[in-house]
């Protein structure tokens, strides 16, 4: 039996059939892949690895090697019905701008990250003084990848001043299911290990001049 990720299987009841995904950041593609087979989406993968992009060419999906912190610039807009961004963001040098970026190439924006706010890592902090390690932040300070740690209150404030709009928020712990929440509650900054968002934005697409040069990567 195929081990399907909690997050993943709340992405895959979000998404709509037959939608145009672009995933962010999607390693060896094993999201896009669960899109294809069970919600036939058109998918496109954005990945920096190049051990995971010859992964997901050996599924059969259509990826390009890329950093999200520049190459999204290169999408044309609301090119894709959703942009995927899981557990990534807190890796990017520049997590404002992927955000917004996610939002101007798609109608909407999935993200999910871990919640530094979560009661285990504040106990940790406290108690040990030292940078936490638990399920959802698995490494030690000196080999994660993540530059950019937030809560979800942060979150929330980042979304606030894009004008973003919240369509759906869940939180996971431990390796429990998806669980609905109320992200403006200030208990559920305690309790979800880790959250994801869906994303649009009040007021129509954003807008942006294209840049010289800028086109799909997918058309070469």
């Not at 058109?42 to 999906?61: I, K, Q």
Request: glycine share 8%; proline share 6%; aromatic share 8%.
């Amino acid at each position: 039996m195929t081990f399907i990720r909690e997050d993943f299987r709340e992405i895959l009841r979000l998404v709509r059939p037959g939608s145009r995904v672009l995933d962010v950041g999607c390693g060896e593609g094993a999201l896009l892949d669960l899109l294809a087979h069970e919600k036939q989406i058109d998918g496109r993968g954005l990945e920096l690895s190049a051990s995971g992009v010859a992964a997901c060419m050996a599924r059969g999906l259509s990826v390009v090697q890329g950093d999200a912190d520049l190459d999204l610039d290169h999408f044309p807009d609301r090119s894709f019905d959703y942009a995927v961004l899981s557990q990534t963001l807190q890796a990017t040098r520049n997590p404002r701008h992927v955000l917004n970026e996610l939002l101007r190439i798609a109608e909407r924006a999935i993200v999910s990250f871990p919640n530094f706010g979560h009661w285990r890592v504040r106990w940790s902090l406290l108690s040990r003084g030292r940078m936490p390690e638990t399920k959802a932040l698995p490494l030690p300070w000196w080999s994660t990848p993540n530059i950019h740690l937030c809560t979800l209150a942060d979150f929330m404030a980042l979304t606030e001043d894009l004008n973003l709009r919240v369509d759906a928020c869940a939180a996971f712990a431990g390796k429990g299911p998806a669980r609905p929440i109320d992200p403006t509650k200030a208990v559920e900054n305690w309790r979800a290990e880790s959250c994801l968002f869906m994303l649009s934005r009040n007021g129509g697409p954003a807008v942006r001049e294209p840049s010289p040069g800028s086109g799909d990567l997918f058309d070469g």
